[in-house]
């Protein structure tokens, strides 16, 4: 029981956050993301030390990968020889890095995500470049620390004669946090560099002018400045990268779309089997082939077009719904002073500045000692020499090495490190010439020793040094510019046309919202009756339309549904088509299509006149109805309406120029003409004005456009089965919101009452009593009537009850050529 008091009580949250937090810091400061001054990861910088120490540089041969990565995992980077290789092949991939940091012999992986030979296949050694990261190292530049098992020392950051963090950019995830910084060009990031150490104030505009921004290995074409610009302030930012391409013609005047570069870290074999999915699931229309003809030459992807296809509108439509065109996003997050730091451009390069600096006064200091303790020695060699024959007696009377050592520092007042120097003298140095040369070193050591000394006590001189090193990496190693920048985002505008292949259909709409399109042939094959219907539903529209056409659906409730003509479902004549209420999320069980219309566009001179069954009346633009971002399930409304009861009895599309009345008739049998002018034009928002002056209990049963000069019959019929026609100049002209005339006889008993009134040319209406009893009549055999007439019965109200509906029956086979306005 004594070991009780070891015990502690810790609660899991307590452990799990003191856990992960430490767990978080590991993985942020020594795996996932890049160090500030170097731009290297941990294990990156573990890969170049081991390689350089191990004499695997760029001037001698290639040797097997693995050892090399057997070397780094035994000595620096305890963790999975995969993890290693990965990384080490990543800094081999020119399509990856800006500037390659090692030289891989065998296959390295691919653009197209192939992965690379394993590690006991391929060979490798440090790039040139490489070599201007490591240089120095051995002069105490940086600061070492133990390895793993405490018996090697590896650095904790390289003395990187250039800025590598931007010239080779990086990408990493850890423990809440991500990185992405872009590569850059070797040359502009330099030239910037010397710009901020002799401009410490310089502002961001005056860098950009040196570095305007990323420069990918792949190339492309980099769009939008004043994102550039907003990342480089912050860290973070949206640019748009997008493929370099080009449209040529070729035999047959057909067209190809030829890419050269695809953006940065884009699978290209992934890309050229998403545009050939295109093509195959017919998503657009046009493309004949895709090939990838990419060889050692260079990358190339063939994208050939049929005849007569607008190119740029199919290269348009895959720029946005491939990769061939992305997002890329800045998140500039490196370990800044051993913290993550989100960093602008400024930032990194005084980081870089401030790091070069000490690594050059380190260096100089690491010289100067050198210097001063190989002049110390010269000095007493060429003491020595001048006093040869004494130099030499004293040796040869001395017992042996030390007392010789002894002697010379008692007779001849040498230093220990000195008359280390003499006793170690070979005899051929006694010569003549050597005594100039050494005359020589002295001089050169003093020059030597004042310009270092220059270099540690002013600052200037320093930077001097900084610039100069600079220059050298950028003469050496200067490569032009392989991204183009673009200053605007250019808006990518997708024609349907592009999407779409052009066709003639037929489109039915029924009553209750069925709806479909089938292709003239599917219509030609069959019957015009067969339209499939559920049973008691009835065709409301038919019309041949093409599929660049547009459709607006009007309904009973005031809601406008919008249907591109190709959205429409396409299926045979035959089949009953797919109901609105599918796409359409609140589509209400009671509500009903009323009105439809297919158009080209939306005419700036026609109206929508929308009559209420409680009196209310308007006129909207057609203009109003533009597509919606969320047409597809979503209607929208075209009247308010003033109580939850009323709703649309019709609606009528209507020229502006043409003249008009609007004839109105009630339930309790009132009608009213008056002119469509007096209809206020207002938005779809708005609830419009009184219609008709109506009764307590009456209601309008229909609205219909007539003439205002010459003769328009109207049909009326009545609950009692009573069918007359009239013309509608029968009425005097009155104005709005009257209560109107009267258009049938009221009788004292078993008065008649409006329950259908429509325009009465040439139309086959379907009259249904309680009992179900259906008729059908046409329209124009019936005689012209007077007002006060109640015209003749068809239906026995006695013997079926009151007629409940009646149905103007739109015939199938009668096809609107002339629908689309």
């Given amino acids: 029981m004594e070991h009780t008091h070891n015990i502690q009580e810790l609660t899991l949250e307590e452990v799990m956050g003191d856990r992960f937090g430490r767990y978080s810091k590991y993985i942020i400061q020594e795996r996932a993301l890049p160090d500030i001054r170097d731009g290297l990861k941990p294990v990156q910088r573990r890969i170049l030390f081991a390689m350089n120490k191990d004499g695997n540089t760029h001037e001698k041969g290639f040797r097997k990968s693995a050892k090399s990565v057997g070397n780094i995992m035994g000595n620096y980077h305890p963790h999975g020889d995969s993890s290693i290789y990965e990384a080490m092949v990543r800094m081999s991939q020119d399509w990856k890095l800006r500037e390659i940091l090692i030289e891989m012999h065998g296959n390295n992986g691919s653009m197209d995500g192939d992965p690379p030979a394993a590690m006991r296949y391929t060979e490798a050694r440090l790039s040139q470049l490489s070599g201007e990261l490591l240089k120095d190292i051995e002069k105490e530049t940086v600061d070492f620390v133990w390895n793993f098992d405490d018996t090697e020392k590896e650095p904790t950051v390289l003395p990187a004669k250039y800025p590598n963090l931007l010239v080779n950019g990086s990408t990493g995830i850890s423990a809440g946090y991500a990185t992405e910084i872009p590569t850059h060009n070797l040359e502009e990031v330099i030239n910037g560099t010397i710009y901020l150490i002799d401009h410490p104030q310089a502002s961001l505009e005056k860098l950009m002018e040196f570095i305007p921004g990323p420069d990918f290995p792949t190339g492309g074409i980099l769009q939008g400045k004043e994102e550039i610009k907003k990342a480089y302030e912050t860290g973070k930012g949206k640019v748009i990268l997008r493929s370099k391409t080009r449209i040529e013609t070729i035999r047959g005047g057909k067209q190809q779309i030829i890419i050269n570069e695809i953006p940065y870290e884009v699978n290209k074999a992934t890309l050229v089997k998403k545009m050939d999915e295109i093509r195959l699931n017919k998503k657009i229309e046009g493309i004949a082939e895709v090939r990838d003809e990419s060889d050692r030459t260079g990358l190339q992807i063939v994208v050939e077009l049929k005849k007569d296809v607008n190119a740029q509108g199919i290269l348009n439509y895959l720029f946005k719904n491939t990769e061939l065109q992305i997002n890329y996003n800045f998140n500039m997050v490196a370990i800044d002073e051993m913290r993550p730091q989100q960093v602008g451009l400024k930032r990194i390069l005084e980081s870089y500045v401030k790091h070069r600096r000490g690594v050059i006064l380190k260096r100089s200091r690491y010289d100067l000692e050198k210097a001063e303790t190989r002049q110390h020695v010269v000095d007493g060699l060429i003491k020595a020499l001048s006093i040869l024959d004494a130099v030499i007696a004293t040796i040869r009377g001395s017992k042996d090495k030390k007392d010789a050592k002894n002697n010379l520092i008692i007779e001849h007042q040498f230093t220990e490190v000195q008359a280390e120097a003499i006793v170690t003298l070979q005899l051929y140095r006694l010569t ?390």
């Fill in 432 to 821: 003549n010439t050597d005594i100039t040369q050494l005359k020589a070193e002295a001089e050169e050591l003093a020059a030597l020793i004042a310009h270092l000394q220059n270099i540690i006590h002013n600052e200037s001189e320093l930077l001097k040094v900084v610039k100069k090193e600079l220059r050298e990496v950028k003469k050496q190693y200067g490569q032009p510019r392989l991204t183009r920048i673009e200053d605007e985002i250019q808006e990518i505008k997708i024609e349907t046309e592009v999407l779409v292949p052009q066709e003639d259909v037929v489109v039915s709409v029924t009553h209750e919202g069925y709806i479909k399109r089938s292709s003239l042939r599917s219509y030609a094959a069959s019957k015009p009756e067969e339209l499939g219907m559920k049973e008691g539903d009835y065709v409301l529209y038919t019309g041949q339309a093409n599929t660049l056409d547009h459709l607006l659906l009007i309904t009973n409730k005031g809601n406008v549904i919008y249907r591109p003509v190709h959205e429409l479902p396409d299926m045979r004549w035959k089949e009953i088509g797919e109901h609105i209420s599918q796409t359409i999320l609140n589509f209400s069980i009671d509500e009903s299509i009323l009105g439809v219309f297919t158009y080209n566009e939306l005419h700036p001179l026609k109206n929508f006149v929308l009559i209420s069954k409680e009196g209310l009346i308007k006129q909207t633009r057609m203009t109003e109805f533009e597509p919606w971002r969320t047409y597809k399930s979503r209607p929208t409304a075209i009247i308010k309406f003033k109580s939850e009861t009323d709703e649309l009895t019709n609606v009528f599309l209507v020229n502006q120029e043409e003249n008009l009345d609007i004839f109105l008739a009630s339930h309790m049998g009132f009608g009213l003409r008056y002119p469509l002018t007096e209809v206020p034009v207002v938005g779809p928002k708005a609830a419009g004005v009184k219609s008709m002056n109506l009764k307590e209990s009456d209601f309008v049963v229909n609205g219909t456009l007539v003439y205002s000069e010459g003769d328009t019959p109207i049909i009326v019929v009545t609950q009692r089965g009573a069918v007359k026609r009239m013309l509608a100049q029968e009425l005097t002209q009155l104005g709005r919101a009257k209560r109107g005339l009267m258009i049938l006889r009221e009788l004292k008993a078993n008065p008649h009452r409006v329950v259908y009134m429509g325009n009465g040319e040439t139309k086959q209406l379907r009259l249904q009593n309680q009992k179900g009893e259906e008729q059908l009549i046409l329209s124009d055999t019936y005689a012209i009537n007077e007002r006060t007439s109640n015209g003749s019965f068809v239906m026995d109200e006695k013997q079926g009850g009151e007629v409940t509906s009646v149905i103007e029956m739109t015939d199938p086979s009668i096809i609107s050529e002339n629908a689309v306005v």
